[in-house]
């Protein structure tokens, strides 16, 4: 009886303390925005496409560096091509030389390794225009842009995701003059979390609970058999 009440014990633990840090995990996706793009587009031919990479679609990534980015074209028959990114000097801003091989359909998608990417950032029909996919986001975090700034889309009709507010963690100001004074930045509020622990971090934890899990539970069998 000692045995089972000290499994089920141990087990809930853990789980509870898994499950305190998947909050944490809330940092972990973006919405990718683009410039306004070219009024036509045709195969073969280079356009130079700018977009931003917003940490729940209001500020750039807060986590440190968000290392190599694309764009990525995916045709209709599953054909994938990226266009790498290449920093600029505004934070969450990148650019791209973007050439399409072929005519026909293509979804545009952003590309990297830190956090969850944005699978739909815009459609293209080539020869022809790109169309920007409508925003799910239905709240914005604040942020204190400068004049450099994202053109963000609309919402679209059914829009239901916000952004946590007070997630920020970086309070330096952009590095374009700033519209508005810097006395009136927004407060960080000191009780929501920092930034997102890491993907890897998370997933050992869970492989560490699964293993101790299947330990205790042979131990308890053979201590009971």
Not at 79 to 96: E, I, K, L, N, R
């Amino acid at each position: 009886m000692r045995t089972r009440r000290f499994l089920v014990v141990t087990l809930t633990v853990l789980a509870t303390g898994l499950l305190a840090a998947a909050p944490a995990q809330a940092g972990a996706w973006e919405e990718t925005l683009l410039d306004p793009p070219p009024a036509r587009v045709e195969a073969g031919v280079t356009y130079t496409f700018g977009y931003w990479i917003l940490q729940h679609g209001s500020y750039p990534y807060q986590g440190g560096d968000l290392g190599p980015t694309a764009l990525r074209a995916t045709d209709e028959k599953g054909t994938v091509v990226d266009f790498p990114g290449t920093a600029t000097v505004t934070a969450g801003h990148y650019s791209a030389e973007v050439v399409f091989p072929h005519d026909g359909k293509w979804t545009i998608g952003s590309q990297h390794e830190v956090i969850m990417p944005d699978e739909l950032v815009a459609t293209v029909t080539i020869p022809g225009k790109v169309e920007i996919a409508p925003s799910a986001m239905a709240q914005r975090a604040p942020y204190q842009w400068g004049v450099v700034r994202p053109s963000f889309p609309p919402s679209a009709p059914d829009a239901n995701v916000g952004a946590p507010q007070g997630f920020l963690t970086d309070t330096q100001v952009p590095l374009i003059d700033q519209v508005e004074p810097r006395s009136q930045q927004t407060a960080v509020s000191a009780d929501e979390p920092g930034a997102a622990l890491p993907v890897w971090l998370f997933v050992v934890g869970g492989v560490v609970v699964v293993g101790l899990a299947g330990w205790l539970v042979l131990r308890y069998r053979r201590v009971n058999a």
